[in-house]
């Protein structure tokens, strides 16, 4: 695949998206990149702002085979991954698949189930397989995890600790809409009954599994200057050195910030990154990787306007 044809499959699946979702760009051009980087991707934001119905419209645009888990308190990591069941007729164990064993996971609410069925997801985002019982199963190519959860919710939610949240990719802030396109919402969905469904809307797969696969390694073709690279170090190594974050971001996340960076040139037909492309995604890459230090969460900072002062005080190549 060219990079050109990835750029048109890109558009092709925002069009499709756009057919039941209003506004939200910002955050399809990171589920994007995210796709054919083959990053995971956590959404937070109110109740009732489509984060669940985006991921299945996603879904439904790009072919792929899709799974949801409601993550609960009560929640066993054996109902995520599935289990060998002994089947009397047979006097054997049969493999029951959990709902993991699918191309799109929604992990809805993550937040509410504790660490140990949140670790259930460790070993399929990090290396795409599952372990039962000694055995391991692999996962599709194309696995992919959008988790959601709910920032304002304080009762009966285990906050994901720092290991599970650097298998995310972006963690992506989904705000409320405009008063325009709110309208837009309440004039598209304000005269349906019951829950929307894509399919209602004319969604349709305009790719597959096969096509996905080979726009990833179409990035391949993408080259990463070394001035992009010393400038995707500078700014990694500048969140470690600032006094007003107590854990500043990891190699991994230099690593998952150049990847994604030649995503998102990838998707705009370039076989180059430029240093806007860094700038783009540093917020989201780095936001949930950072801890505040006791003087900047006293003083009321915010990660994302400190990332911002690190992208603007990193020099940039020419």
Known sequence: MTLDEVRAMAQAIRQEVGKAIVGQEETVDHLLVALVSEGHVLLEGPPGTAKTFLAQCFACALGLDYGRIQFTPDLLPGDILGSNLFNFQTSQFTLTRGPIFCELLLADEINRTPPKTQAALLEAMQERRVTLDGETHALPDRFMVVATQNPIENQGVYPLPEAQLDRFLFKLLVPYPSEEEEA?????????????????????????????????????????????????????????????????????????????????????????VIPDDVKALATAVLRHRLVLSPAAEIEGREVEALVADLVESTEAPR
């Open 184 to 272: 837009a919402i309440v004039a598209r969905y304000g005269e349906r009954q019951g829950p929307p469904r894509p399919a209602e809307f004319g969604i349709a797969a305009v790719t597959d599994a096969a096509r996905l696969g080979e726009a990833s390694a179409a990035l391949n073709g993408v080259t990463v200057a070394k001035e992009i690279v010393d400038y995707v170090v500078r700014l990694v190594r500048a969140t470690r050195e600032t006094t007003d974050l107590s854990s500043g971001a990891s190699p991994r996340a230099a690593v998952l910030l150049a990847n994604a960076a030649r995503a998102r040139a990838a998707l705009e037909g370039r076989d180059y």
